[in-house]
């Protein structure tokens, strides 16, 4: 089953009354004996319009609600925008995402908030967080009480979720996953504001530890603050039974190295293709889509390198799979990362990586099967390391072995854990 083929969407809901359930409702029945009632605030949530968009917020909340100890609603808001013609691009895009859909059986609810040019930054976390109240009341009766919101993304999405708890009386979590750290705080507005969200919240959760240094060293509070990173679905992830043969299916060169994420300048894309110059023998296959990618099929022919350099477009979770497994090295080359999951997605189909040194990346490759980080983020540098992990590549087997150790089960854990903590603080 593709991506898109798990999506069921509907019409949208008739207008409903707000009930609103309140603590007394709330702590009517013991949350050590039901399931908690968790509504899921965020702007980066698969939709039937952007199938990959937030993608690895659904798998950890998909394997949350398969312990049976968590119901959850998602409210997921899109932007507001006026026209669904193709001419507008992205903003097109968010015009044709329907009000309700159902993602991997769980509900998911789609309110528009407003976008402002110039004051956007100041003042989403307020137009999302009214936006998406009615949604939430919805929530609310629709489970029959809401125990704790698991807000994901700082800001704007955490600042809006400490509004939104504070207007429902319910704690919250707020997940860290890159940028909301290691961008978005330059500017003291949106820092004060995350700062102030966190002390608020009931936990803090960070993808990766360096997140969680950077976050403190802002001034977030370090007792708030947990490391529960990504994992990989060992399951949706798999390396191939015969890959010689898949390699013919897909018409793979020789050798060849693959690259995946939007076509943006931080994910480094051009980089790669700089140092294809350097590897005569390489190949090069781009999977995602994005508004680069003129500049880089233009780089390409500057370069050279348009006969050795594919780009594919945006690719579903069963062609990724199929292509990291052809792949002989995943090569990620960002500026920013919290949590890479591209990197333990390869490693699982038995594709060593070769990533910048950047944020979370030394936490995700951190031994020989793994692959190998460059030592700066340079065309010269990756064409090096390239060169270094293909003259010694490590067994595939021994790769996959590696990212077995990343499957989710701790982190499930460890939400539950601290969801459960923080609703028994107003019990």
Known sequence: ???????????????QRDFVAGP??????????RP??????????PNPARPQHGVFVANRLEKLVATGQVQARVIAPVPWFPSSHPMFGDWARHARVPSI?????????????????????RVTPTTLARAAHGALLRAQRDLGGIDLIDAHYLYPDGVAAAKLARWLGVPFVMTARGTDVNLIPRWDGP???????????????????????????????????????????????????DRDALRRELGAPDRLLLSVGHLIERKGH???????????????????EGPERAALERLARERGVEARVRLLGAQPHDELKRL?????????ASSREGWANVLLEAMACGTPVVATPIWGNPEVVARPAAGLLTLDRSAASIAETVSRLLAQLPDRAATRRYAEGFDWEPTTEGQLELFRAAVARIG
């Open 1 to 15: 089953m593709t991506v898109a083929e798990a999506y069921v969407t509907h019409e949208p809901a008739p207008p």
């Open 24 to 33: 007394a409702v709330i702590r009517s029945r013991d949350v050590t004996t």
């Open 36 to 45: 908690l009632r968790v509504a899921v605030f965020t702007t980066l949530f």
């Open 101 to 121: 859909s159902t993602v991997r059986g769980i509900a998911v609810e789609h309110p528009r908030y407003l976008v402002l040019p110039k004051i956007g930054m």
């Open 191 to 241: 820092r004060r504001a995350i700062l102030d969200a966190c002390n608020q919240a009931a936990g803090v959760i960070a993808v990766s530890a360096a997140l969680r240094d950077e976050l403190v060293a802002l001034g977030g509070a370090a007792e708030k603050i947990r490391v529960l990173r990504n994992g990989v679905d060992l399951q949706r992830f798999t390396p191939p039974q």
């Open 270 to 288: 051009h980089l790669i293709i700089d140092a294809l110059a350097q590897l005569p023998d390489m190949h090069l296959w781009i999977a995602g």
């Open 324 to 332: 990291y497994a052809a792949a002989d090295a995943l090569v990620l």
